[in-house]
């Protein structure tokens, strides 16, 4: 497109037919087409399933009954490293909380980047992320269980996979957002 006023053009990209990016009329900036990946809404989706999973299995600890306390050695490691991973989860999404609570404070945002609460909240996705690589090993392992008496109900198993499952994409987005790369900038 070429203005009717003077000189400038924009120009738009086509792929399929659907504009897939604009190039702007000093050619200094392209807009590209926002992936499904990286909309916030996405993001915020991922982030609340994140929090309720980990939320139901600190629950968990405190509502089981006795006789689902009986587990193999490697569910039991499971168990707590997906505990591990539940209050990291919880502190990373309060911390990144406290942080976006004082977002409005442009300034403070801008001279104080990144900030204590985005750092510490960062690391603790870090570690949950590299947490979640394991119990995503160990899952074969949990769903071998052992004999019928000393291990997991079929429904805690399901339970502790999809905790894996919602963990595992959390985990990548926050690779894709950058989160887990915060020494990038």
Do not use: H
Not at 18 to 36: H, K, Y
């Amino acid at each position: 497109f070429i203005s009717s006023t003077g000189p400038e053009r924009l120009v738009f990209d086509l792929s399929s037919g659907r504009a897939s990016r604009m190039i702007v009329a000093t050619n200094s900036q392209i807009f590209e087409r926002t992936g499904f990946w990286n909309r916030p809404t996405i993001l915020a989706i991922s982030a609340g399933l994140a929090g309720v999973a980990a939320a139901a299995t600190l629950a968990g600890i405190f509502l089981r009954n006795r006789r689902e306390f009986r587990e193999t050695p490697i569910q039991g490691r499971a168990s707590l490293v997906q505990n591990i991973q539940a209050v990291l989860w919880l502190s990373m999404l309060a911390l990144f909380g406290v942080w976006a609570s004082k977002a409005g404070d442009v300034a403070a945002i801008m001279y104080g980047w990144p900030g204590i609460s985005l750092l510490l909240a960062s690391a603790c996705a870090i570690v949950a992320a590299f947490l979640t690589i394991l119990t995503t090993i160990i899952l074969p392992g949990v769903f071998r269980g052992g004999r019928r008496v000393d291990s997991w109900t079929p429904l805690r198993k399901a339970a502790y996979a999809a905790t894996v499952l919602i963990y595992l994409g959390f985990s990548s987005l926050l690779l894709i957002w950058g989160v887990l790369t915060p020494w990038n900038g």
